[in-house]
């Protein structure tokens, strides 16, 4: 399902999509599944180390970073975090 909205490329997929999203959600990440917990928290540690933040769950085997938009953030950011993202996980295409 192709979403209306800008992507940043990192993936599209999102959990519960409905009309009351809030500032925060999920991003289903392409080329991280079968991830263990441990891994979404070596992620988190690479975005630390990148100077940006969002906290990686692994559910079901699916990387899932948590993002939230706020007044204060520009597209820019976002774009930022999918470069720090591919980066880490080794993904060349989305």
């Not at 392409?30 to 969002?54: C, K, S, Y």
């Not at 079901?60 to 939230?68: K, L, Y």
Request: hydrophobic content about 45%; charged content about 25%.
């Amino acid at each position: 399902m192709q979403d209306s909205r800008r992507g940043t490329g990192i993936g599209d997929a999102v959990p519960g999509r409905n009309t009351l999203a809030g500032a925060m959600g999920l991003v289903r990440l392409p080329g991280a599944e079968n991830v263990p917990p441990e891994q979404a928290l070596a992620l988190r540690e690479r975005l630390l180390d990148a100077a940006t933040d969002a906290p990686v769950n692994a559910l079901d085997g699916i990387a899932w970073p948590r993002i939230s938009a706020q007044a204060y953030n520009e597209l820019e950011d976002f774009e930022r975090l999918a470069e720090v993202i591919t980066k880490a996980l080794g993904i060349t295409s989305v």
